[in-house]
């Protein structure tokens, strides 16, 4: 986690000043555009393919489980080259092609190389922290000695894709060679899709969970400007790697609400109590924090004055700690280890429609807070969906429960 969301963040101060505003902003929209294709490419089989193929299987038994979700995530690798080469030539991005191409392509491979669910489900947190670091390290030594002038976002955009690459050649190795599964290549095209549709309502969460910041990055670049596009990403770059601090307490957390709610739902609501108090207390921290030095932190980092009212823009991302900490308890410590896998896709798809609204109504409005709006937008409304599905659902339990 630390490799993932803050290598990242501590780049953006030599990238910041060596790129300058606009060529960062065309590289903040390559990242998100990146970002996305790998979603797709993973799917949502780091639910449903984790599940699957952890316990204590044989080694054939694993490597069919292997070969089953690599073929149908190779077939979605495909997929979204042919889309990216449809797209490419259009004018649906607005920014140089080759960037886009270096960030994205080694980006896709890497992230099918890589295929954490694999690690996940076995249990190898091991290896994903090593392939994770090799990869942002490599990302955080370019931005560092390589990048020097704005002509150089060629070399941070490939560092970026390569990252990606880095992590899954190492992540291959290990599986291929040290843990000798096998690869069967694909004979049955009905079963990939058949696997593929297994995970959709995994994906779907996941995706609208994940994603919603990429595409307001990429619509702020294409309505508003690079610029503006370059700081919504530092912005939430900020925000997201406080809040990721908190997330060793979460994955502690999830196993033990798990358990309780499936056999004693009487100590789940103690538990998510006391959980509660610390992740918004947390929250409450990082809001303070954002809101007191926010500007000035940003201010060190984005050298450019890239707009005004940069102290409003802060306090108004200040919130999505906070918010992200109540969307966690009720949503990742409740509502999935109890079952509602429903509730919790119906709260996240009500979040992404409210923002997309909300973008588009303050888009020619007020061009300048639109992003950060809409993701606060987005991650307000994703928490309020997911306390009060919450609520009524833990109502339910505790009613069977009593009765």
């Known amino acids: 986690m630390a490799a993932n969301l803050l290598f990242p963040l501590a780049a953006i101060p030599f990238l910041t000043r060596c790129l300058g505003a606009d060529a960062f902003g ?73 960037i886009l191409i270096l960030a994205v392509i080694p980006a896709g491979i890497g992230a099918f190389l890589q295929s954490n669910w694999f690690f996940q489900g076995r249990g190898l947190y091991g290896w994903l922290a090593l392939a994770n670091l090799m990869g942002k390290s490599l990302y955080l030594a370019v931005s560092i000695w390589v990048v ?3 002509q150089d976002i060629g ?9 990606y690459l880095v992590s899954g050649v190492i992540s291959w190795v290990a599986t291929l060679m040290l843990f000798k599964v096998t690869w069967s290549r694909p004979t049955d095209f009905s079963e990939m899709i058949v696997t593929i549709r297994r995970g959709t309502k995994s994906f779907i969460s996941l995706a609208l969970l994940s994603i ?20 919504l990403s530092v912005l939430d770059k900020m925000a997201r790697g406080l809040s990721s601090l908190s997330v060793p307490i979460a994955n502690t957390a999830f196993p033990v609400m798990s358990d309780l709610l499936s056999r004693d739902i009487e100590r789940a609501k103690v538990t998510r109590s006391q959980l509660s108090k610390v992740m918004v207390s947390y929250g409450l921290v ?34 999505l700690p906070i918010f992200i900490a109540i969307g966690v308890v009720n949503g990742g410590l ?17 979040a992404e429609t409210m923002a997309l609204i909300v973008f588009f109504a303050t888009v020619f409005w007020i061009p300048k ?8 937008v987005a991650e307000g409304c994703m928490a309020v969906a997911f306390y009060l599905f919450a609520r009524s659902r833990m109502g339910i339990l505790f009613g069977i429960e009593r009765v």
């Open 286 to 319: 990082c809001l303070v924090g954002i809101a007191v030095f926010g500007a000035w932190a940003v201010g060190m980092l984005f050298k450019v004055n890239v707009a005004t009212g940069l102290d409003n823009i802060t306090k108004i991302v200040s919130l």
């Open 148 to 150: 020097k002038e704005p």
């Open 212 to 231: 919603h910041m990429q595409l307001v990055i990429l619509l702020t670049g294409h309505f508003v400007d690079s610029k503006s596009a370059g700081l």
């Open 155 to 163: 070399w941070a955009a490939a560092a970026f894709g390569g990252s």
């Open 334 to 350: 409740t509502l999935v280890p109890a079952g509602f896998d429903s509730e919790y896709l119906a709260s996240i798809a009500f």
């Open 369 to 376: 807070y639109s992003g950060v709006i809409t993701i606060v």
């Open 26 to 98: 065309e590289l903040a929209i390559a990242q998100a555009t990146a970002v996305i294709f790998c979603q797709v490419v993973d799917y949502g089989f780091s639910l449903s393919g984790a599940r699957e193929i952890a316990g204590n299987k044989v080694l054939s038994e694993i490597s069919l489980v292997y070969s089953k979700y690599q073929n149908a995530r190779l077939l979605l690798l495909i997929a979204c080259a042919l889309i990216f080469s449809l797209l490419l030539p259009t004018r649906i991005f607005s920014i140089d092609r080759s």
